[in-house]
């Protein structure tokens, strides 16, 4: 089997997964005040530093179900959105539609191929995906490609420097011995991040990490009365820890800078 015939089994196998998701999607992240919290705190921090402007053109790659996109539409920019998933997709029409915005384009497709001519986004919002896409370099060197000279992007995705990586990676995988859920998941430190974004030609601009949740093992699996006693604390210490602890925050995100 070809590589390029490994990466369509690799994609076809992380579509299948997002397609099963898509329907409870929203059910389990309102249930869940752990997880409801992680993406409160991601969004807030991504749609802050993309200060979509109205008449600009964004594209959000890895788009889902449309969780990002509705902001942007309320500040006048123009949005597209792309992502693997059938399902995903359906149910973000669905969504928008119910909100008053039938008309988005939302269309299915591979960031590693985008069906866009080059230069034609002001911005790029990329938010918990590069980690799912097996060629990274490749969906980078595509969000390049069609964004215009001074475009920007803003991406986000798990550090594995974080206490959620230490979890992961060494007790989850290591000593529980057990399988990650997802077909295809690489967290990256901060380094290796921008070192990715630095050479296909973007200027890395402001980075930061969100979300303070004491990893996923203490969390994710308590009664619903005892997430939200975590989450009330930690909303007062996120600030704070922010300035303290920089680079261990659960989300990496990032503004990058096309250079012209």
Known sequence: MTSRQNERVEQASIARFFDAMAP???DLFRSNPILDYEQTVRSRAVLSMLKPQPEETIIDIGCGN??????????????????ISVEMIRQGKDDLARAGFPDVELQVGDATHLNFPPCVF???LCSEVIEH?????????????VLRPGGRLVLSTPNRASWYGFDRYVVWTRILRRKWNHPFDRWRT???LTTLLDDQGFAVGVT???CYVPGFLLTYFVPALVQRLITAPVRLWETVASHVAPRWGYLLVLTATKRA
């Open 24 to 26: 409870q999607r929203n």
């Open 66 to 83: 449309a969780r990002d996109i509705l902001p942007i539409l309320r500040a006048h920019a123009r949005v597209v959105g792309v992502d």
């Open 122 to 124: 002001d911005g790029v």
């Open 133 to 145: 896409i097996p060629d990274a370099a490749a969906a980078i060197g595509e969000i390049y490609r």
């Open 190 to 192: 901060m380094r290796e």
């Open 208 to 210: 930061r990490t969100v």
